[in-house]
């Protein structure tokens, strides 16, 4: 036997199981339709929330970043120094969020590896929500520490679990605000007010609520009036911001603190500027065009009442993540192909994404999709799962 027999071997029971992943070749940028595998489709994939990553302003904000700064940072932030735009951002970022500081990292998965470690080590605790972002859970296990899992949103057994670890040095609660497969969102009211019971750090996953979440998209915090007051809320320049690069904001010695401590960000090249220059203009956009926000929370009212009429259960929360359960990965992922043998592209979600028995289909709605574009969806779906 060579030595990747076992790969192909570990191949086949993926495909045996109908979990086998393929790329999909995408030849187009991202918006409501795109060119995927050569056919022009709708799509319902994207966390491009807002419409932004196909915005001319920021398209153009990032290609004048790279005439300006060149198309790298040149090395990790800690040898090449900031370029002058990164701390530009870094200071708008942190006064978007009502933080007192932000450090800009490379992506939010990266972000979470490197900051759960340097918030718990094998002397602490962590208490994470059962259904965690897979950064969230990897971070956590990169840590050593103890690892405390929770029911879902169910505070109450969070309170269980901290009373038995009062003695513990470090506790960490860490929590999605808008969770990224159910599209339901935490109770952050209720969260951080048991972690200055239990003088825990909060750690906030922002990443799906920012632009989305509050009256000035300003995410989970927002959304229940709390300001700052989690330690520490990581978000991403790559949803509805439309760019890439993730941000974490927090007080200013824990920033200090997160630049010598974080491996992820002391190890890993910064950012590249167009990503920058981008995030930028789509900050500003965010701010002064509410009316982007309105559109969303439209269209995520009308995908609703158009799936509700149909029989299909959503969660209570009005956000744009919509998931349609179908249980098993094999019929989830032939209704996959069967709407996108109808133009429509929404992206089946299968174990281990999600948990067994609960594969689903992951509607995401933006602003920018048109009624007609929906109606088609719900349409498509009606004659799929009840035909």
């Known amino acids: 036997m060579s030595g990747q027999d076992w790969i192909k071997d570990e191949l086949g029971r993926?495909?045996?199981?109908?979990?086998?992943?393929?790329?999909?070749?995408?030849?187009?940028?991202?918006?409501?339709?795109?060119?995927?595998?050569?056919?022009?489709?709708?799509?319902?994939?994207?966390?491009?929330?807002?419409?932004?990553?196909?915005?001319?302003?920021?398209?153009?904000?990032?290609?004048?970043?790279?005439?300006?700064?060149?198309?790298?940072?040149?090395?990790?932030?800690?040898?090449?120094?900031?370029?002058?735009?990164?701390?530009?951002?870094?200071?708008?970022?942190?006064?978007?969020?009502?933080?007192?500081?932000?450090?800009?990292?490379?992506?939010?998965?990266?972000?979470?590896?490197?900051?759960?470690?340097a918030l718990a080590d094998e002397g602490g605790t962590i208490f994470s929500d059962e259904l965690n972002h897979a950064s969230l859970i990897d971070g956590s296990r990169l840590s050593r520490a103890r690892i405390e899992i929770y029911r879902h949103l169910d505070t109450s057994d969070l309170e269980d679990r901290l009373k038995k670890a009062t003695t513990v040095k470090q506790r960490l609660i860490v929590t999605e605000s808008l969770f990224s497969m159910d599209g339901d969102i935490a109770p952050l009211r209720e969260i951080i007010a048991l972690a200055e019971k239990y003088n825990c750090l909060t750690l906030i996953d922002d990443a799906h609520a920012t632009g989305v979440l509050g009256k000035g998209g300003r995410g989970g915090l927002e959304h229940f009036g709390l300001n700052d007051q989690a330690d520490v809320v990581l978000s991403t320049m790559s949803k509805a911001l439309g760019s890439y690069g993730a941000f974490v904001c927090s007080s200013r010695s824990l920033r200090e603190y997160l630049i010598n401590r974080t491996?992820?960000?002391?190890?890993?090249?910064?950012?590249?500027?167009?990503?920058?220059?981008?995030?930028?203009?789509?900050?500003?956009?965010?701010q002064e065009e509410p009316a982007r926000r309105k559109r969303l929370q439209d269209n995520i009212a009308y995908m609703r009442?158009?799936?509700?009429?149909?029989?299909?259960?959503?969660?209570?929360?009005?956000?744009?993540?919509?998931?349609?359960?179908?249980?098993?990965?094999?019929?989830?992922?032939?209704?996959?192909?069967?709407?996108?043998?109808?133009?429509?592209?929404?992206?089946?979600?299968?174990?281990?994404?999600?948990?067994?028995?609960?594969?689903?289909?992951?509607?995401?709605?933006?602003?920018?999709?048109?009624?007609?574009?929906?109606?088609?969806?719900?349409?498509?779906?009606?004659?799929?799962?009840?035909?």
């Open 305 to 387: 009442h158009g799936l509700e009429g149909l029989g299909i259960p959503l969660k209570p929360d009005h956000t744009p993540i919509l998931p349609v359960l179908l249980g098993s990965a094999d019929r989830t992922m032939r209704v996959c192909e069967n709407l996108l043998g109808q133009g429509i592209f929404v992206q089946g979600i299968r174990p281990p994404t999600v948990p067994e028995g609960t594969s689903r289909l992951r509607i995401t709605v933006s602003s920018e999709h048109t009624r007609n574009q929906m109606d088609q969806l719900v349409q498509e779906l009606k004659g799929l799962l009840w035909n």
């Open 263 to 286: 491996r992820s960000f002391v190890f890993a090249t910064g950012l590249n500027p167009a990503a920058l220059g981008a995030a930028m203009m789509s900050l500003k956009i965010i």
């Open 14 to 117: 993926i495909s045996r199981a109908g979990l086998l992943r393929v790329l999909r070749s995408v030849g187009s940028m991202q918006g409501p339709e795109i060119e995927l595998d050569g056919m022009r489709v709708l799509n319902f994939c994207s966390n491009n929330y807002l419409g932004l990553a196909q915005d001319k302003r920021v398209i153009r904000a990032g290609v004048q970043a790279i005439k300006q700064w060149g198309a790298s940072s040149g090395a990790s932030r800690l040898i090449a120094g900031n370029i002058g735009m990164l701390s530009e951002l870094e200071n708008d970022l942190a006064g978007f969020k009502a933080y007192p500081a932000a450090l800009v990292m490379n992506s939010g998965y990266q972000a979470n590896l490197g900051l759960i470690p």
